[in-house]
């Protein structure tokens, strides 16, 4: 009989993520990220809550610094970014740990992952498509302070 239950709730639609939730999470990450390598990303609340602001210095010296937006549209939290090209990546998996943004069958970037190690460490990933091929780029950052805040 458990197996005709499993088997049934493998027919049922998977419930849709909460990108109102995952907003709200996405805000607490607000701050200065730096990785050892010296990259930067930084996150910044913007309009009144409504949206958040990510500037990628990661490939700043080569002049590829890339800038995203990330919002709610109606229920669903999107990810538009402009650097190497446009994108518009929409919020699809969330973990206790992990937000996932994805933008499936295009060039360019197709993925930016954030997974929160703890509190001050974060690893970002960010997988680009060329030529039907995808290559996966993590850096791990971690959470910068003002002296006197810590």
């Given at each position: 009989m458990s197996a005709l239950l499993a088997g049934l709730l493998l027919l049922l639609p998977a419930a849709a993520p909460d990108g109102a939730a995952a907003f709200e999470r996405l805000k607490k990450l607000e701050g200065n990220?730096?990785?050892?390598?010296?990259?930067?990303?930084?996150?910044r609340v913007i309009g009144a809550g409504q949206a958040v602001l990510e500037t990628d210095a990661v490939n700043a010296d080569k002049g590829l610094a890339s800038v995203g937006v990330y919002r709610l549209e109606g229920s669903d939290l999107v990810l538009s970014q402009d650097g190497e090209g446009h994108a518009v990546l929409?919020?699809?998996?969330?973990?206790?740990?992990?937000?996932?943004?994805?933008?499936?069958?295009?060039?360019?970037?197709?993925?930016?992952?954030?997974?929160?190690?703890?509190?001050?460490?974060?690893?970002?990933?960010?997988?680009?498509?060329a030529a039907g091929k995808d290559t996966a780029h993590s850096v791990d950052y971690t959470r910068e302070y003002l002296d006197t805040l810590k």
């Open positions: 990220w730096r990785a050892k390598e010296g990259q930067t990303v930084s996150l929409k919020f699809l998996l969330t973990t206790p740990d992990t937000l996932r943004f994805e933008a499936p069958g295009r060039a360019g970037v197709v993925a930016v992952t954030f997974t929160l190690r703890d509190a001050d460490t974060l690893r970002r990933t960010v997988v680009t498509r």
